[in-house]
């Protein structure tokens, strides 16, 4: 059954460093999601992404966050000066467009970022 | 105010017997979705109700939904040690693609 992949499990950084997420989504999927996971709480909704731009994001997907999809597989979120605060486990989603089809979003592993 | 609120935060019972969680939520939705979460891992979907379905079956899960009332609920019957996790409902508004708006999860512990 496909799914969604992401790399790296882990990432350690140093407090202002720049960190590159990235995700595979499922392959005939055209909605792609980046929410975020702090410690203990809820999975907050960071943007989405159709057709090549940016459809919605959130308070928390400031001017430190974007996100890329460089080639037909590949769905990124960067993070251009990682701040403490930012220590959480990202979670990529996709969707599919078929109008037929549910509207399941089907989520990655994560990323555990830690932020020192 | 937050949209997905579940209860019990969490809850423990033995093997073998039914789980309930309920999920409350304040807008209007499109479909409401659960998944369930193992401790540090990443997010299972288990199941997804439209707005103008009210029940739906999946395995061992049940899922209601009352728009009236703004609750759905998710029935995990003939519970397993396997099923302990955190569990967390996920509503959304309208549009295809539009984003999740997650609960905050009970954590459902399953007693061998």
């Known amino acids: 059954e496909p799914e969604v992949t992401q790399t790296p499990s882990h990432q350690v950084t140093q407090m202002g460093q720049e960190v590159i997420l990235r995700c595979v989504p499922i392959?005939?999927?055209?909605?792609f999601y980046w929410y975020r996971q702090i410690l203990g709480q809820k999975v907050e909704f960071l943007v989405s992404?159709?057709?090549?731009?940016?459809?919605?994001k959130s308070e928390i997907f400031d001017d430190q966050f974007s996100v890329e999809r460089p080639d037909g597989s590949n769905f990124t979120l960067k993070i251009r000066s990682t701040k403490l605060e930012d220590s959480a486990m990202y979670f990529c989603?996709?969707?599919?467009?078929?109008?037929?089809?549910?509207?399941?979003?089907?989520f990655g592993p994560g990323t555990r970022l830690t932020v020192l | 105010s937050q949209q997905g609120e579940e209860d019990p935060q969490a809850l423990s019972i033995q093997e073998g017997e039914n789980a309930t969680m309920n999920c409350s939520y304040k807008t209007s939705i499109n479909n409401l979705q659960w998944y369930r979460q193992n401790s540090g891992r990443g997010l299972v979907h288990l199941i997804l109700i439209r707005s103008n379905e009210r029940e739906k079956h999946s395995g061992r899960l049940r899922v209601t939904l009352d728009t009236s009332k703004k609750s759905s609920s998710l029935l995990i019957t003939a519970s397993r040690a396997a099923d302990t996790a955190s569990y967390f409902c996920a509503t959304d508004a309208q549009l295809k693609g539009e984003k999740l708006t997650f609960g905050t999860g009970t954590r459902l512990t399953i007693i061998p």
């Open positions: 992404f159709y057709n090549n731009e940016i459809s919605e």
């Open positions: 392959s005939n999927h055209l909605y």
């Open positions: 989603a996709s969707s599919s467009y078929d109008r037929s089809t549910t509207d399941t979003q089907y």
